[in-house]
């Protein structure tokens, strides 16, 4: 059973700033695309940021500029670190990891209060 653990997240205020992790496998690590997506109450699951074992990064519009994803290699490791929060950045947020197989985080909450 490969598992994805997260860590991070949390309540901040509108402006503040958050990072959560995500460690995987280091079996699967070196060979997937790591993101992040999110999901807000009431709406359906969206890709925030991703970036392939080589370093190409995807950003979603709705955070390019204020949100900076990066892996350490070493540690298996991905993070994101989010900038500049708006209350509409609140929701769970799930760590993902896509290969050949698809691998999901159970989701840590990100709160923003304006």
């Known amino acids: 059973q490969v598992q994805l653990v997260e860590s991070g997240g949390g309540l901040v205020q509108a402006g503040g700033s958050l990072r959560v992790s995500c460690a995987a496998p280091?079996?699967?690590?070196?060979?997937?695309?790591m993101g992040w997506y999110r999901q807000a109450p009431g709406k359906q699951r969206e890709m925030v940021a991703s970036?392939?074992?080589?370093?190409?990064?995807n950003y979603a519009d709705s955070v390019e500029g204020r949100f900076t994803i990066s892996r350490d290699n070493a540690k298996s490791t991905v993070h994101l670190q989010m900038d500049s929060l708006k209350p509409e950045d609140t929701a769970v947020y799930y760590c993902?990891?896509?290969?050949?197989?698809?691998?999901w985080g159970q989701g840590t909450q990100v709160t923003v209060s304006s």
């Open positions: 993902n990891s896509r290969g050949f197989v698809t691998y």
């Open positions: 280091s079996l699967i690590f070196s060979r997937t695309i």
């Open positions: 970036i392939t074992s080589g370093g190409n990064i």
